[in-house]
């Protein structure tokens, strides 16, 4: 450990158990550890250990009373090194005299380097960058010792220097802050300079240098960090603003609220941070030796204004266990044959403007044995406030990442409709695969193995194909926004669909058994969609058009190494989101197209914009004084014109006469 306090995890049931805390110094013959015992308390030295009781899981937290500040002059209880504790501590788990664990930890921890006491009112004077250079010195990044290559650094002595004194850094980070700029009449920089540069270069000193301000714009801003990148508060604080959408959800310890989620591998991560109005819905895989608990229930979640909210649970018992368990064929890894596990976690945030109101939870219980696979489902929902119907769960009105799409069936009775995916389930086969809805932004490719006997009929096999790929949409319109009325067909566009084969044309393959063509194993879903505003700065996308095509396969019986008369045919079903601009971009014109050397867009000299201080969208002074320095110009332009021509020479050699 490198900090003053740390923290661990006793898993087991703490009734019962002394924990002790032990100062282990290390025997400087034999380099072995002293040895310890049971007798020991929860106090040595400057340690204190404390122990939170969690049920199955105990929280342990060792932490350090002493200062750890530097010492000033006639000072005590300071830290007279920079390394400040060498330590070797011990914690023990005991039941009466019989250790049940012990946790060895090696402190190492520094002496902190912020200043206490009288502090001086001498404070530094920052030039202003805009007349002189603020760092005269850019590539000194190390305070108090010498970087290589850096010629104009203080700590660098002279011996140090001619290590590298024919590598030195070089122009304006080596510390050249005024260089002549090829602009200056005195530089001679510039290759192949033109005839006219006496005329129009620049006569100014070097405190007039184009680098003031080169490495610092004076105007800084805070950048917005993204979601799940958000760094940890090192103490507890307040939210002030709420939670944005995106934001993760913290708990009242300072850290994330985590779930069960699965990640881009498609892999169960336990510790993932839950989103704010992130919906999801993941099951995972596990066995009895595998099987972890998640986070307390009783554990309190940060609101987003800095006030906590405990958790509203509910607990059940799973009646139906073949919904979630199926039987392993390896043996037994356990000695416990059973144990209570958690089969299903259903989350519910109700929510309004930035802040949580409410959390309910709906915990399925039941019993895990050894020999027998668990998925588990997590489920998390965002509930407005103010529609805590669950009809609409979202202020915006537009698609966002990760909610289903809103189908309907608007040529039928029963106008819900359904747009889904397969899941995949132990076997794969399409009889026992479960499904999972299309969310929005995520494409996505799902697939199941359908089982075809050697004597198949083609043409019932391309049907029995086409209906099982048919069944994932189960849906006439897809809704143009999330909140899509069904009573108005303007909310909604009409999904396209592309025959899987033609019907009229001869697609057997003869009399070869087992060879079929023309086969539609492959579902293709293209959702066209648009970014059409935003909705208190978040994006509102809108989808409009839904295409469904299929790609047929030949398919032809495998036989393995054992032939049997059943094989496998794969069929999969695949989902492209396209973005389209919401307005079609105006068409080039024709001068565009056949003369570039004229598009300022391309090219450096851009000849349109020859009047462009004469323009309304130049700002840099105010147009009357614009336009009479043009005035002026075009004045001296017609007069030198006028006084250049033969013309005005005869006329001004006979007035002279």
Avoid at 42 to 58: K, Q, Y
Avoid at 576 to 589: D, G, R, Y
């Amino acid at each position: 450990m490198s900090g003053p306090r740390v923290n661990a995890l006793f898993l087991g049931n703490a009734s019962g158990v002394n924990f002790s805390l032990v100062l282990s110094p290390i025997d400087e013959k034999t380099g072995k550890l002293h040895h310890s015992n049971c007798s020991g308390s929860r106090e040595a030295g400057d340690w204190n250990l404390n122990v939170m009781p969690g049920g199955d899981i105990s929280k342990v937290i060792i932490s350090l009373s002493r200062n750890l500040q530097l010492c000033l002059p006639n000072a005590t209880d300071c830290c007279t090194t920079p390394l400040c504790v060498v330590e070797t501590l011990q914690v023990l788990a005991c039941r009466g005299s019989v250790m049940l664990a012990h946790l060895l930890i090696q402190a190492e921890i520094y002496a902190n380097s912020s200043v206490i006491g009288n502090v001086s009112e001498n404070a530094t004077i920052i030039p202003n960058q805009a007349f002189q250079p603020l760092g005269s010195c850019p590539c000194d990044l190390t305070a108090g010792a010498c970087d290589v290559r850096c010629c104009c650094d203080q700590e660098c002595t002279t011996d140090l220097k001619q290590l590298f004194a024919g590598s030195c850094f070089t122009g304006v980070f080596g510390g050249d802050v005024n260089p002549p700029f090829d602009q200056l009449c005195s530089a001679k920089s510039m290759e192949h300079t033109p005839d006219w540069f006496p005329f129009l270069c620049v006569q100014s000193s070097l405190d007039n240098t184009p680098f003031l301000g080169y490495f610092y714009h004076g105007s800084t801003s805070t950048p917005r960090d993204a979601s799940f990148k958000i760094p940890l508060q090192m103490s507890p604080g307040r939210l002030f603003t709420g939670y944005r959408q995106g934001d993760p959800i913290m708990t009242e310890e300072n850290d994330y609220f985590t779930i069960p989620q699965q990640s881009m591998a498609g892999q169960c991560v336990g510790n993932a941070p839950v989103a704010f109005l992130r919906d999801f819905d993941v099951r995972c895989l596990t066995h009895l030796a595998s099987y972890k608990e998640g986070l307390p229930h009783d554990l309190r979640v940060n609101s987003g204004t800095g006030d906590f909210i405990q958790q509203n649970v509910i607990y059940g018992t799973i009646t139906d266990k073949d919904k979630f368990i199926t039987r392993s064929e390896s043996p037994p890894t356990t000695a416990v044959p059973c144990k209570n596990a958690t089969f299903a976690e259903h989350y519910k945030f109700i929510w309004k403007d930035k802040n949580i109101k409410e959390i309910n939870v709906t915990v399925f219980l039941g019993s895990l044995c050894d020999g027998e696979i668990l998925t588990q489902r997590f489920t998390v929902k965002f509930i407005s406030l103010n529609n805590t119907n669950e009809t609409e769960s979202l202020g915006n009105p537009g698609y966002q990442v990760g909610k289903p799409l809103r189908a309907a069936n608007l040529n039928a009775s029963d106008i819900f409709g359904s747009l889904k995916l397969w899941q995949p389930a132990l076997g794969g086969l399409c009889m026992s695969a479960a499904y999972t809805p299309v969310l929005f932004g995520l494409e996505s490719l799902s697939g199941c193995m359908l089982e075809v006997g050697v004597n198949e009929d083609c043409n019932l096999l391309r049907g029995n194909v086409t209906d099982k790929l048919n069944s994932l949409i189960q849906a006439t319109h897809i809704g143009k926004r999330s909140n899509s009325s069904y009573s108005n067909v303007n909310d909604w566009v009409e999904i396209i669909r592309l025959d899987p084969y033609n019907s009229d044309t001869n697609v057997s393959a003869g009399n070869l058994k087992g060879i079929c063509s023309d086969i539609p194993a492959n579902l293709n879903i293209r959702i066209i969609f648009a970014t059409v505003g935003a909705v208190q700065g978040i994006p509102q996308q809108e989808i409009l058009a839904v295409q469904i095509s299929y790609s047929t396969v030949i398919w032809q019986f495998q036989c393995g190494l054992t032939c049997e008369n059943v094989d496998f045919l794969p069929i999969t079903a695949s989902v492209q989101f396209i973005k389209v601009p919401a307005q079609p971009p105006i068409p080039l014109t024709r001068f565009q197209i056949n003369y570039t050397e004229f598009d300022c867009d391309r090219n450096d000299v851009c000849w349109p914009q020859l009047f462009y201080p004469l323009t309304q969208f130049y700002t840099g002074e105010p147009y009357p004084q614009c336009l009479a320095k043009a005035l002026a110009v075009a004045f001296v332009v017609l007069l030198v014109v006028i006084t250049s021509s033969p013309w005005f020479q005869k006329v001004w050699e006979k007035s002279l006469l």
